[in-house]
């Protein structure tokens, strides 16, 4: 069936450093990717997305990128500063014209300062 | 302010005793859905609703019913919950633009 495999499920970077987070999806009809932050105590919030006609997508030191014949998608933050510690989610809408999202497991980021 | 709004946000309960959980929404979305989310698996979707009076079967609705009456509200009811429902469970709602909005979350113990 459906699946998105997200790693690593915890990552510790350093303040100022980058961090990667990576996703994989099955269904190749996928086409909208989005990014969830989830703080302590609250509910996932998105943060960036990326649809399946664009291979790159930036918003300050958010970027996401696709490669759609690996099906794979990534999250990268540069500049990590301590706020940014939290647990991502990524996410896979499975076919057009309906909202089923497909989550990935999670990674919990920590940022050290 | 676009908002989501879970009740209650903890819970603790005892096996076989019915609960409800509310969920209301102002923005007058058509898509409202529950998600429960726990350690290692992420987010699996409960149920889902399309609009009033039509609601649906998501990944893991064994145990739990849903009631789309008005557009605003959807509840999401254990009518006797079990321990293996000891979760946290997120609202949520989808926009034109297809970003999915969630509630703060209920965190629910069934002892």
């Known amino acids: 069936g459906e699946n998105v495999e997200q790693h690593p499920s915890t990552l510790s970077v350093q303040e100022g450093d980058s961090a990667v987070i990576k996703c994989t999806y099955s269904?190749?009809?996928?086409?909208?990717f989005p990014w969830y932050k989830q703080e302590l105590g609250k509910g996932p919030q998105l943060i960036i997305d990326?649809?399946?006609?664009?291979g790159e997508k930036k918003d300050q030191r958010i970027a996401v990128t696709l490669n759609k014949t690996a099906k794979h998608f990534s999250l990268h933050i540069t500049e990590t500063q301590p706020e940014d510690s939290a647990v991502y989610f990524c996410a896979a809408r499975v076919t057009s014209g309906t909202y089923k999202y497909i989550f990935g497991t999670g990674t919990r980021l920590k940022v050290l300062a | 302010e676009a908002q989501v709004t879970q009740n209650p946000r903890y819970l603790i309960t005892v096996t076989g005793k019915k609960l409800t959980v509310t969920c209301s929404q102002n923005m007058n979305h058509e898509y409202m859905s529950w998600y429960r989310q726990d350690p290692g698996l992420g987010l699996r979707q409960i149920y889902y609703s399309m609009n009033v009076e039509v609601t649906d079967k998501g990944d893991v609705p064994e145990g739990y019913k849903v009631s789309r009456k008005e557009k605003r509200n959807f509840p999401l009811i254990l009518e006797s919950p079990s321990p293996n429902q000891t979760s946290l469970y997120f609202c949520a709602t989808v926009s034109g633009a297809n970003v999915l909005t969630f509630g703060a979350g209920s965190r629910l113990t069934v002892l």
């Open positions: 990326i649809r399946s006609n664009v």
């Open positions: 269904d190749s009809a996928s086409n909208y």
